[in-house]
């Protein structure tokens, strides 16, 4: 018996075959995911970074009006969108020194940055999950060739009524083939998936930790002209 890729593919039979290319299609299914997101996170690292440097400058307690009012134009990325939602919801509170409108606006710029924090959070997180997928049941597809495998041994020693090493060798080569073929698929889906995964909770914590000092700014913004109200009020 030719025991090499080619020979073994060709002894196996139809259901091995289709384990074959289940698992064929599951890994390249997860590369495809995998690369897609990777070109996505550098992408929008980068029109992250690039706001970041945009906004620096003008992104004070000072300035905050001007900030709001600032277009921005072309892709802004995960912090970008997430920042400007949180600037619009201060920019439609107006300028009003009443402190029960400031806390209003106080609380609808909290609640517009947790939704787009959760929203971007959950657009990184597209299609990660075929890769949770993957690596948790490619093993278990692979387990199945390999019972099937050796039922199918179990099948000719007992129509050939001899238990030679020559009569089973065909079925256990194929169990083994679906067994290495499922943990060669699962492996790298694992690898991919956790290294994403990290990512994702890596700019998680970027989003929380810029809304926090967005949050910052607008209460010494509104601290601030409360006391200069009620200054010009004496």
Known sequence: MDFSLYGLWHSMGAFAKGIVITLAIMSLASLLVAGERLIIFSRSRKESLRFAEQLG?????????????????????????????GL???NSGGSSTDEENINL??????????RQTAREVQ???????????????????????TVMGIVNSFQMMAASGSGGLGTVSAGIAEALVT??????VAIPAVMLFNYLSTWVD?????????????????ARYHRRHLRTAAQAAE
């Open 88 to 90: 619009k919801a201060f």
């Open 179 to 184: 067994t290495a073929f499922g943990l060669l």
């Open 123 to 145: 657009n990184l997180k597209r299609g990660i999950s075929i890769l949770a997928t993957v690596s948790s049941t490619a093993p278990f597809v692979g387990l199945l060739g």
């Open 57 to 85: 400058g003008v992104l004070t307690s000072d300035s905050l009006r001007e900030a709001a009012a600032k277009a921005f134009k072309g892709d802004i990325g995960y912090l970008g969108r997430t920042i400007a939602s």
């Open 202 to 218: 890596a700019r998680a914590v970027d989003l929380a930790e810029s809304s926090n000092e967005l949050m910052d700014l607008v």
């Open 105 to 114: 606006t106080e609380e609808s710029v909290a609640r517009a940055l947790e």
